[in-house]
């Protein structure tokens, strides 16, 4: 069989031209309702542990079992009619069907025939004309089917691609009679007409290829059978037909060479060389001309140096530019390469390039011609970023619990001219992976405003600067290791803090810079700041360390031990605002004017999230803008890619990437720059603010007070209340005073009474606040502040002119919380469109934050009514909160923490305000709005 080749002349603007590439996600599912459900079953739309694939005449056959032990094990073959027309075309407009809403419009394929079962929900397994035991292999060239039915120890042939469910096969193979099914017949010695759990087979031209795995031989008869039992003409990897082989592997001769096998699982050809995947010795075995005699040796091998090595991963032996010298100068070979195998599965090819579907190793390797020399290097690998990685077997990575660009142990694969299909047995699916540009790198779509979370570490200067002390910061890790770095200055007379800071400044930033960590300054504060020069996780295993010269008077303290605060902004909410990041992204540059809702098309550029057209804020060559579509949120991987209309007329569609998705992962607005980048902070209110926390017990008959000045609030606590109507009761009686300083509203988290003044400007500061409980009451009541303060021109920006003071509540502007509650709100929650929901919303998980070090209580945090994507976060700052011009904040849900953004604040009563700072002091003045 060759996969037919299908093209399109749709229209002569239309075109698509691609290649693939390392880590390229799938552009299209088959067998789940989106790419990572991993939903068990049977039915004509959910697929169980598929493994064998064919593609012919339009029609695409699945094996619906395998023998890896992955389940559900249905026991059946299925048949997609004209699968082209439910594949979406790389460059079609995807839309919804406007009347049945699609969750994933690129998670398609509703099979037509079942064979193997009487319908398309059974899974019961036989011995018969109609059924089947653990079949795995299939093949057709588009008029014939062959199937191997493994455990029944046959091949099962229909002279025509079956259409209708469970019609019977029409000539068996490796039995007598479609009853029989015993292996070699029954004796110890196979023949030239019997099987041992066949599981490869392949039609070419008038030629069938069987893979009889168990007897380590390839069978070929020289045109179809047409009678049962027929026996075959040519063996392969055998001296003759009758030869015996042990099954036990253990006591096995483990002597691989050119003419001989070990377990072979598939059989392929591309019409002029035949491919054998040879399990037992971890290599694909290649003719260069179709043999036509027994035992006919191999030409060139894949996988491993030469025809008598069978190791898993050799890479001893291969890919010796990738091996690294230990401390003591051994040599150290990767655990895997571009040019090893681990028990592969299948190989097959196009006519040019040779795809192997390296089952142990979780991955296809791709080679863009047909390799012509033994232990050659793939070019491309699909489902792993490189070669000496695998994801899928770190359970730690959400990679691992699969992905739309992962595949666990891949078994089968076709080619149907324009798409790759990819057999996952353990995540229940077909993988359609579609050549494309290469415009999106791996990581390229990101939270819009953390874009890269870095990992963060200071170094305060303190004591006295005297010449001649000696200081040196160290980065990186123990000794020995090549990226540590040490960094000395030695102190001169007439320098000061700042000079020596810039100066260590100077040392790490020169020439390239230190490979690990660029330096800053907070000279207003005597602090050194490093940020790793690698974004996420990674760098937050980068240590500092300082020393001094003996006696000296300057003090240096490090902010710990490592770098910390490193996250993945590529982990997506649903719902976030995203930054989609590449190359020649859009041939113009573009934005979404002022609408509701956003268009989902923009400068000739579509975005599509599992066939989902996403809304667009703006477009350019290097950046694209939008939103993620809610609809994620039942998902832990999608597939992304670009629509692009270039100038002159032609469409192009970018190679998909995967978009790990997450319930939430916060990112903080910030103008551009090195991180940590000044944040768009504004000041919460107008008018002077304080804040009570109702906590504890309801307990009946405890008394609460809420003391404003000298007017006192009491509530006594009945049956039935809860902290919430102890709340709102207090809340009532503060509102029933129309003579009262302060109006009281609820505060968007916890049970928290918020008080607010009810003349604007510093008029209302310094309203004292005090509570009080009976002795013995369970209710707690806190005032955060002991007084009201701060008031401000609401919705200005917190600068160093106009700085944030302790206890002041300010609004951090942010994206990718999350789902909201309550459900009157969540309702409102559409793709694309200005939130029109409730106020008071909140993230289904709880928000917290750090402030200048010390922790800031959120009072809200919500969805922004009148705005797309984008959530408020109230923050109240500590009353202790020192100045410093660039104070670091971050927020929290779980363990995700936001980008680390700065903002001013001003403590008028901290006495180590540096002279530097003083200008900010003007603020306390409170700046009138006209």
Request: charged share 20%; glycine share 8%; aromatic share 6%.
């Amino acid at each position: 069989m060759r996969n037919l080749c299908v093209f399109w002349f749709l229209a002569a603007e239309l075109c698509q031209a691609g290649e693939f590439f390392n880590g390229m996600a799938a552009r299209a599912v088959i067998g789940q309702r989106t790419f990572t459900e991993q939903a068990s079953g049977a039915s004509d739309t959910l697929i169980g542990a598929v493994s064998g694939i064919a593609f012919g005449n339009g029609k695409l056959v699945l094996v619906d079992d395998n023998r890896v032990s992955a389940a559900p094990q249905n026991s059946r073959v299925l048949i997609f009619n004209d699968v082209l027309r439910f594949i979406p075309k790389p460059t079609d407009e995807l839309d919804q069907p406007p009347d049945n809403y699609v969750r994933c419009l690129v998670c398609v394929g509703r099979a037509d025939v079942v064979l193997g079962q009487p319908d398309f929900t059974t899974t019961a397994t036989g011995v018969d004309q109609t059924k089947m035991n653990r079949p795995t292999g299939v093949a057709t060239d588009g008029n014939v089917l062959v199937v191997a039915d493994t455990d029944n120890n046959r091949i099962l042939l229909w002279r025509n691609i079956p259409t209708s469910t469970n019609q019977p096969a029409d000539i068996v193979l490796g039995q007598p009679d479609f009853k029989s099914r015993l292996a070699n017949e029954g004796k110890p010695a196979p023949s030239n007409r019997a099987f041992r759990g066949p599981q490869g087979v392949w039609i070419q031209g008038t030629r069938l290829y069987v893979a009889d795995s168990q007897n380590n031989r390839v069978m070929v008869w020289r045109t179809i059978p047409t009678q049962n039992f027929q026996p075959a003409d040519i063996v392969l990897g055998q001296p003759n037909f009758t030869t015996a082989t042990t099954q036990n592997l253990s006591l096995d001769n483990f002597k691989p060479t050119a003419a001989s096998m070990l377990e072979p699982v598939s059989v392929t050809s591309d019409g002029r060389k035949l491919f054998v995947t040879d399990l037992g010795y971890n290599r694909v075995l290649i003719w260069n001309n179709i043999p036509d005699a027994n035992s006919a040796t191999a030409d060139v091998v894949v996988g491993q140096p030469d025809m008598t090595s069978g190791d898993a991963d050799n890479t001893k032996n291969l890919c010796l530019g990738d091996h690294t010298k230990d401390a003591d100068g051994n040599d150290v070979p990767p655990i895997s390469c571009k040019a090893s195998l681990n028990f592969p599965r299948y190989a097959l090819s196009d006519g040019t390039r040779l795809f192997v579907a390296d089952g142990g190793n979780d991955r296809v390797l791709i080679f863009n011609n047909i390799p012509t020399q033994n232990g050659q290097e793939a070019d491309v690998i699909v489902g792993q970023i490189a070669g000496n990685l695998n994801q899928v077997s770190d359970s730690a990575n959400p990679i691992g619990r699969g992905s739309a660009d992962s595949v666990a142990t891949p078994m089968g694969l076709a080619w149907d001219g324009t798409n790759l299909y990819v057999s996952d047995p353990f995540r229940r699916r077909v993988l359609v992976f579609t050549p494309g540009e290469l415009l999106i790198p791996y990581t390229g779509v990101r939270n819009l405003f953390s874009r890269d979370i870095f990992a963060i570490g200071t170094i305060t200067f303190a004591g006295t600067v005297k010449e001649g002390d000696e200081v040196t910061v160290k980065i990186g890790d123990e000794e020995g290791d090549p990226k540590q770095r040490s960094y000395k200055y030695k102190i001169v007379k007439d320098d000061t803090f700042g000079k020596v800071i810039g100066t260590l400044i100077d040392l790490i930033n020169a020439d390239s810079g230190d490979p690990q960590v660029l330096a800053t300054a907070n000279t207003a504060f005597s602090t050194l700041v490093l940020t790793a020069r690698k974004s996420g996780s990674e760098g937050n295993a980068i240590s500092i360390a300082t020393t001094t010269s003996e006696n000296a008077e300057i003090q240096l303290t490090t902010s710990g031990a490592t770098l910390s605060g490193g996250q993945n902004a590529a982990q997506i909410a649903p719902g976030t605002l995203v930054t989609i990041l590449g190359n020649n992204l859009s041939d113009r540059t573009e934005s979404a004017p002022d609408v509701d809702p956003l268009p989902r098309e923009l400068g000739g550029v579509q975005v599509y999230f599992d066939g989902i057209r996403a809304p667009l804020l703006s477009v350019s060559p290097d950046e694209i803008r939008a939103q993620m579509p809610w609809d994620v949120n039942d998902a832990n991987s999608i597939s992304a890619y670009l629509r692009i209309q270039r100038n002159g007329g032609i469409v192009v569609s970018t190679a998909a990437v995967a978009v790990p998705i997450i319930p939430q992962n916060p990112g903080i607005m910030a103008l551009d720059g090195t991180d940590p980048r000044p944040g768009i902070i504004t000041h919460f209110s107008s008018r002077a603010t304080a804040t009570v926390s109702v906590d504890g017990t309801a307990n009946k008959d405890d008394v609460a007070t809420i003391n404003i000045e000298d007017r006192a609030y009491t509530y006594k606590v009945v049956e039935n209340d809860t902290l919430d109507t102890i709340r709102d009761k207090l809340i009532e009686l503060i509102n029933a005073n129309p003579d009262e300083k302060v109006e009281a509203f609820v505060a968007g988290v916890f049970d928290r009474i918020r008080l607010r003044a009810k003349v604007e400007g510093p008029e209302g500061n310094g309203i004292r606040i005090t509570t009080a409980v009976n002795d013995g009451g369970q209710v707690i009541l806190t005032a955060t502040n002991s007084a009201t303060c701060c008031a401000n021109v609401a919705g200005t920006r917190v600068t160093e002119d106009n700085p944030a003071l302790p206890g002041e509540t300010i609004v951090v502007i942010a994206t990718g919380l999350g789902v909201i509650n309550p459900e009157e709100a969540k309702v409102e929650m559409a793709t694309g469109f200005k939130f029109k929901g409730a106020a008071l919303n909140r993230p289904d998980a709880f928000v917290s934050s750090l402030a200048g070090g010390k922790t800031a209580n959120v009072l809200y945090s919500g969805l922004a009514p009148g705005l797309v994507g984008i959530y408020e976060v109230h923050l109240e700052l500590n009353s202790d909160i020192p100045s410093n011009p660039a104070t670091q904040v971050t927020i929290a849900q779980d363990i995700y923490v936001s980008n680390i953004v700065t903002f001013p604040v001003w403590n008028p009563n901290d006495s180590s305000i540096p002279p530097s700072a003083t200008a900010a002091r003007s603020a306390i003045n409170y700046p009138r709005s006209n």
